[in-house]
């Protein structure tokens, strides 16, 4: 039960979460933040950092300039006031301020995180029929900064496919293949067109052979890509059904902010 | 219908349900009204609790369940054949907090909270069922909106979204600039619930 919420100091789970702890071990003020020491740390920490998601390395080198920049900034005397009436340090902002904004709503966040962490513990300590099943094994855990469901989905099928074939010779010979990705393209839209749906293990013929299954499984990848063919499941784990994709009803791209 | 007779038929109900039993669901069943269902269910739970049993009944997400006391946890786990779910990583659960205090939410707003990419937390707790889609915000891409499911309140043994603690009040900077303080809490949740193993009711 302890497992379920570790605050590992090598591991962050953003770039504020690093801020947050380089402040609380330095035991400072979020509203007083030595800038230039903690952005040094700051800086120590991100090298040692292991492997990151392109997405999430770039997210921790934003913060890591805006650092840098406030760093700057504070070394820097103020520029004079432009009505020359109010004495330094008047209403001047800090430059620190909205720096300081987003690390105390972050921290109210985080804070609520470690409740939830709690009783999450709690939940998970009683059995029953009614008792957290939504976390059940039902949905496998796929790592963050993995592949899409849909993608890992459709290799899982694939691999099934696979596992149903006799294990190759160890000794053969290459003949020419019999089918080309770009057939087996037209092949599938064909039946699409037919039937409407194709639950994915009909896409391959009986008996087919194992390159047979690959290509045909490059050509339903390729029409993935193309968005002329759509993957679908009921549920995690569940049955994978493929449908063709109207230009018109397609889904707008993942990428949307 | 005598008292002692619904009782037991509840008793049966809600060991049978395979989710948290609804209240209505029960009374009609039974055939009472919800409001003496409801203390029926309350006065059940009282039993159980009374007599320290190896079974609690709680209120969670509308209805009520029937589960292995916590204590027994580590006895009941020798079983070996109970599936228990993996744990949130810390960043899931920091999505999971900002959508359930601030749904519905967009992926845009839940990023500018935590300063990062957070696309697989949520899908993570969406395959989960913790969250779910729950509109499109107007405006400029029309984004999706994310929301809470009962499911969240069932695995975290909420009653309500009433019960989330309130967001903690932000110490204040000694002087002067209150900057955002305060602004994020929500006045409506009531009081805070510390976090606990609740033994039944």
């Given amino acids: ?257 | 219908m005598k008292p002692q007779e619904a009782l037991r038929m509840l008793e049966a109900l809600v060991f049978a349900a395979p989710e948290p039993l609804r209240i209505k669901e029960a009374a009609e069943i039974v055939g009472l009204d919800t409001a003496t269902t409801a203390n029926l269910l309350r006065r059940l739970c009282d039993e159980y609790a009374a007599r320290g049993a190896g079974l609690v009944l709680e209120e969670v997400a509308g209805g009520w369940r029937m589960v292995t006391a916590p204590d027994l946890a580590e006895a009941v786990a020798r079983l070996g054949r109970s599936p228990r779910q993996g744990p949130l990583s810390p960043a899931a659960l920091e999505t999971l907090a900002i959508v359930a205090y601030r749904q519905p939410v967009t992926r845009a707003e839940v990023e500018a909270i935590r300063g990062v990419h957070s696309e697989s937390a949520l899908r993570t707790l969406e395959e989960r069922g913790l969250i779910r889609e729950v509109g499109r915000r107007e405006g400029l891409g029309r984004p999706l909106e994310y929301g809470t499911t009962d499911a969240f309140l069932a695995a975290f043994g909420l009653r309500s979204l009433a019960e989330l603690p309130p967001l903690p009040e932000p110490v204040l900077p000694p002087e002067g600039d209150r900057g955002a303080a305060g602004r994020e809490n929500r006045p409506e949740t009531a009081e805070r619930g510390a976090p606990r193993c609740r033994g039944g009711c």
């Fill in chain 1, 1 to 257: 039960m302890s497992g379920v919420y570790r605050v590992e100091l090598e591991v962050y789970s953003g770039p504020l979460d690093l801020l947050l702890q380089l402040v609380t071990r330095e035991e400072v003020s979020i509203y007083d933040i030595p800038i230039a020491r903690i952005t040094d740390q700051y800086l120590t920490h991100l090298r040692a950092l292991p492997e990151l998601d392109v997405e999430t390395a770039a997210d921790f080198v934003v913060l890591a300039a805006t650092l840098l920049a406030l760093k700057a900034r504070m070394l820097l005397p103020a520029p004079p006031p432009a009505g020359g009436e109010e004495p330094e340090g008047g209403v001047e902002e800090d430059p620190r301020a909205e720096l300081v904004r987003r690390l105390v709503v972050y921290r109210q966040y985080r804070e609520v995180a470690a409740w939830l962490a709690e009783r999450l513990a709690c939940a998970n300590a009683t059995y029953g029929p009614g008792a957290p099943s939504p976390l059940g094994p039902r949905a496998p855990a796929i790592e963050p900064g993995c592949l899409s469901a849909d993608l890992t989905a459709l290799a899982l099928a694939y691999q099934a496919v696979l596992a149903t074939l006799a294990a190759p010779p160890a000794e053969h010979e290459i003949p020419p293949l019999p089918f080309t990705v770009g057939e087996k393209m037209s092949a599938i839209l064909e039946r699409l067109e037919r039937r409407g749906c194709l639950p994915f293990e009909e896409l391959f013929a009986p008996g087919a052979s194992r390159s047979e299954v690959v290509i045909t499984f490059l050509a339903l990848l390729e029409l993935v890509r193309l968005g002329r063919v759509r993957a679908r499941q009921e549920q995690p784990l569940g049955r994978l059904e493929l449908i063709r994709n109207d230009p018109g009803e397609r889904r707008a791209p993942e990428g949307e902010r």
